[in-house]
């Protein structure tokens, strides 16, 4: 029995302004409170946020980490995406290979996704499960960069897989040869 090497793509990475946003409000947002309290003389406050402004910065911490889980790999005929806290499995013989095409999601706005049913979204970061704007139909996302997206519909219709590769055409060639 034959078994296929492992492939790995690269994803191309968030924009820096994606980061800069959760350590903005990881860090600044809780200072931003703690001062408006202190000035406002409402120093007894202090210890009722306490709470909040420790959780605060912990999950957005965690959502940071959650941005590097990034990756897109063919094994034994089966593509796996992780992105952030979610991951999609699915058969290269599900997809319909036929019609999947490298994108610009500024000029193909039915498949931008506009719904989140089960995912993370930030300004140049989307991950997990979405509804497209076009008669909503579903897809699982990983999008870093919209220019240049990997669109891979799925055989039944109604899901899809909208990913940012740094080399969207060389994932979509290995599909095809696989």
């Given amino acids: 029995m034959k078994t296929r090497a492992s492939q790995s793509f690269a994803v191309s990475p968030p924009p820096a302004h994606a980061w800069m946003l959760l350590v903005a409000l990881g860090g600044v947002l809780p200072l931003g409170i703690i001062g408006a309290l202190w000035f406002s003389g409402q120093q007894a406050q202090l210890s009722g946020v306490a709470t909040a402004l420790v959780i605060v ?102 899901s899809q897989l909208l990913l940012s590769l740094a080399q969207p055409q060389a994932m979509l060639d290995a599909l095809r040869a696989d």
Avoid: Q, Y
Avoid at 73 to 79: F, I
Avoid at 83 to 101: C, K, M, P
């Fill in 57 to 158: 910065p912990l999950v957005l911490a965690l959502l940071l980490l959650a941005m590097k889980r990034r990756s897109v790999e063919l094994r034994d005929g089966v593509l796996d995406v992780r992105a952030a806290l979610f991951r999609h499995r699915v058969a290269v013989s599900e997809l319909d290979l036929a019609n999947a095409r490298v994108v610009d999601l500024r000029e193909r706005t039915e498949l931008r996704p506009v719904l989140k049913t089960g995912g993370m979204s930030i300004i140049g970061f989307d991950a997990g499960n979405f509804r497209l704007r076009h008669k909503f139909g579903k897809a699982f996302c990983l999008l870093t960069d919209r220019h240049r997206v990997l669109w891979l519909p799925e055989r039944n219709g109604t």
